[in-house]
């Protein structure tokens, strides 16, 4: 068995068994996966209240609607099927929208510009494309549950308290007035603490390699994930 042989497109075809543990693992994947989902809606245009409602909704059809039952690993990436998906969801809810008195169920507007105005940097509507959007916080999802797995490896090992030190320059080299501030904190030597930080930041990009490969099924498709994390990071990450 190799790696590609329970990534998160396994997790989707083996949901359609539909047993309890196979919706447990789709529901896992819904709730991993939804900032992407929530910055994609929000850069369309939709309003804060609205793009939560659209991305609850969106999950809770794609479960109960079986959206999964149509995947197929062969016709691409588990990002790019679960885009599609959503675009295709926002079509239907708009149309539906539409053909609802008074928006229905679901308020449907745009942002306008006193909304946009009041939105933190990176979240505008107009600073970014959707796909983008999506692309840079699926990018960021992942390199948080690398993140996470990094951590819960160090708490295992008796050594959280110095991963909580130096877990900010896992993202970024630091420089050498930051390496004796933290070292001198640790009690530890300047050589030790970046022998130390070089090894977390090598186990960091293999924990993103293999956050990427479980929303791949070749090995092919896991080199492009990473080139294309790279690209839109504009970081060495993986």
Same mark, same amino acid.
């Given at each position: 068995m190799t790696r590609f042989d329970t990534t998160r497109w396994s997790m989707v075809l083996q949901a359609r068994d539909g047993t309890a543990q196979a919706r447990s693992a789709l529901e896992t994947l819904?709730?991993?996966?939804?900032?992407? =989902?929530?910055?994609?809606?929000?850069?369309?245009?939709?309003? +804060? *209240? @609205?793009? /939560?409602?659209?991305?609850q909704t969106f999950f809770v059809r794609f479960l109960e609607d079986e959206y999964h039952a149509d995947a197929d690993p062969g016709r691409g990436r588990f990002r790019n099927f679960l885009l599609t998906a959503l675009k295709r969801f926002l079509i239907d809810a708009d149309e539906e929208?539409?053909?609802?008195?008074?928006?229905?169920?679901?308020?449907?507007?745009?942002?306008?510009?006193?909304? =946009?105005?009041?939105?933190?940097?990176?979240?505008?509507?107009? +600073? *970014? @494309?959707? /796909?983008?959007?999506?692309e840079r916080t699926w990018a960021i999802t992942l390199i948080q549950a690398a993140m996470k797995r990094l951590r819960a490896e160090a708490?295992?090992?008796?050594?959280?308290?110095?991963?909580?030190?130096?877990?900010?320059?896992?993202?970024?080299?630091?420089?050498?007035?930051?390496?004796?501030?933290?070292?001198?904190?640790?009690?530890?030597?300047?050589?030790?603490?970046? =022998?130390?930080?070089?090894r977390l930041r090598h186990r960091l990009r293999e924990l993103i390699r293999d956050e990427l490969a479980q929303t791949t099924a070749n090995a092919a498709e896991l080199e492009s994930e990473i080139r294309d994390m790279r690209s839109v990071l504009g970081e060495n990450i993986a």
């Amino acid at each position: 068995m190799t790696r590609f042989d329970t990534t998160r497109w396994s997790m989707v075809l083996q949901a359609r068994d539909g047993t309890a543990q196979a919706r447990s693992a789709l529901e896992t994947l819904c709730r991993t996966y939804r900032p992407p =989902v929530l910055a994609y809606i929000r850069h369309r245009g939709y309003s +804060a *209240e @609205t793009a /939560e409602d659209l991305a609850q909704t969106f999950f809770v059809r794609f479960l109960e609607d079986e959206y999964h039952a149509d995947a197929d690993p062969g016709r691409g990436r588990f990002r790019n099927f679960l885009l599609t998906a959503l675009k295709r969801f926002l079509i239907d809810a708009d149309e539906e929208a539409h053909a609802i008195k008074r928006g229905g169920r679901i308020r449907f507007h745009s942002l306008d510009h006193d909304e =946009v105005g009041s939105l933190p940097p990176g979240n505008l509507a107009d +600073a *970014e @494309t959707p /796909e983008h959007a999506f692309e840079r916080t699926w990018a960021i999802t992942l390199i948080q549950a690398a993140m996470k797995r990094l951590r819960a490896e160090a708490v295992r090992a008796g050594r959280q308290e110095l991963f909580e030190h130096l877990s900010e320059f896992l993202a970024e080299r630091p420089d050498e007035a930051e390496y004796a501030r933290v070292a001198g904190a640790l009690n530890l030597r300047r050589n030790t603490l970046a =022998v130390t930080v070089h090894r977390l930041r090598h186990r960091l990009r293999e924990l993103i390699r293999d956050e990427l490969a479980q929303t791949t099924a070749n090995a092919a498709e896991l080199e492009s994930e990473i080139r294309d994390m790279r690209s839109v990071l504009g970081e060495n990450i993986a």
